[in-house]
């Protein structure tokens, strides 16, 4: 089966992080800017979501030629998680040749210029330093029109679009998610 591509359809995140806490972060950061979001815990389920379980068992050949199920327009990935690492969920998908084109940005609760400057070597868009901020979220707007969809007005769509709901109003937030950008995580 192929990708499912609608026209109409919210630009498509998937969001992968361990922690429940910072998944429903980002999940509800995204979705303020009507975002479609699909969260997994792992960098394992990820790989399953997109088509490419049971990688490290595969030819690589073969493995180059999985196609996810739904279009995923950019994935964003903790960087520190048991299992698979963010860093490595990265470059199994830019070693993807179905894959690669995804953005993906990498998130993490540590500022360490060394793994900040590998990820985005390795093919990151960005690197957010946790908690992530609705300003974070803003950025990734110019990475939605480098993996274009597949209609033929999707930038002015992306760039353009002033429809799209602002919520800076942090106060009608509850206690629970207020608190959630002013933790102090660590990895």
Known sequence: MGVIAVANAPLHVLAVDDSNLDRKLIERLLKTFSYHVTAVDSGSKALEFLGLQDVEKLPSFAANTCQPEVEVNLIITDYCMPGMTGFELLRKIKESTSLK?????????????????????????????????????????????????????????????????KYDDVEAWSEEERQMFSEDKSC
């Not at 953005?103 to 793994?115: K, L, Q, W």
């Not at 990151?124 to 908690?131: G, I, S």
């Not at 803003?138 to 007005?153: A, H, I, Q, V």
């Open 101 to 165: 084109d995804i953005p993906v940005v990498i998130m993490s609760s540590e500022n360490e210029p060394a793994r900040i400057n590998r990820c985005l070597e390795e093919g990151a868009e960005e690197f957010f330093l946790k908690p992530v901020r609705l300003s974070d979220v803003d950025k990734l707007k110019p990475y939605f029109s480098k993996n274009k969809r597949k209609t033929n007005n999707e930038e002015e769509c992306v760039s353009n679009d002033k429809s799209r709901v």
